[in-house]
């Protein structure tokens, strides 16, 4: 059973998640936080496996709350502002994933089981803006592991940063699945990253993405 913590400033939503969650057969709502203050109380407490963590809330954001989480539990940030600024810090805050409050349900359910798992999940619109954000700002920051990876592993980061799947890498670099996993895990290792998000920002700081553009 996956435990998730549902923490938004907004009843309505959080009865609408609690409810969604709550219908699968694997998951359950163990939790609800109104504040980002309440969501880390309850989740240092409750010990969750996903939390759905809005950014906008009182008392403390989203961003500060994934902050002071930490490793207690994976954060999947759904919010409903695809430009938002904080898109970037949540995910150097520790977030695993980010998705907009307009993704259908399923796919939502999708997302907990996926940042649970241990996996990092991006919403193509979010990994669009991302892209564009950084590739105007010079990025050039001197990333420890960066200089160590191969040539295939460089292009199967770029190809993350850009926000494609296992499955669309595989077809585009014309190599099996099972082998792009492999690069997957030695750039995790490498890069002394802890999952795919993490990898997008390496890409991003070292001005990689960029420089391919």
Do not use: C
């Not at 207690?72 to 949540?90: G, K």
């Not at 926000?163 to 670099?173: D, K, Q, T, V």
């Not at 895990?185 to 998000?197: E, M, S, Y």
Request: glycine letters at 6%.
């Amino acid at each position: 059973m996956i435990r998730v913590l549902v923490a938004d400033d907004q009843a309505l939503l959080r009865g609408s998640f609690k409810v969604l969650v709550d219908s699968e057969p694997d998951l359950t709502v163990v939790g609800e936080a109104a504040t980002g203050a309440e969501a880390v109380a309850v989740a240092l407490e409750e010990r969750p496996d996903v939390v759905l963590m809005d950014v906008r809330m009182p008392e403390m954001d989203g961003i500060e709350a994934t902050r002071r989480i930490g490793d207690v539990a994976r954060v999947l940030i759904v919010t409903m502002f695809d430009l938002d600024a904080y898109v970037y810090d949540a995910l150097r805050a520790g977030a695993s994933g980010f998705l907009l409050k307009d993704t259908p349900p399923a796919d939502l359910v999708a997302a907990i089981r996926v940042v649970a798992a241990g996996e990092a999940l991006l919403a193509p619109r979010v990994t669009r803006r991302l892209i564009e954000e950084f590739t105007r700002t010079p990025a050039s920051l001197q990333v420890k592991g960066l200089h160590g990876i191969t040539e295939r592993e460089r292009e199967v980061l770029i190809l993350i940063a850009r926000g494609l799947s296992n499955n669309e890498i595989a077809a585009h670099l014309h190599l099996s699945l099972a082998t792009v996993k492999t690069h997957i895990g030695r750039l995790l290792a490498k890069l002394d990253a802890r999952d795919r998000a993490q990898l997008v920002i390496v890409a991003y700081e070292s001005g990689l993405v960029s420089a391919v553009r």
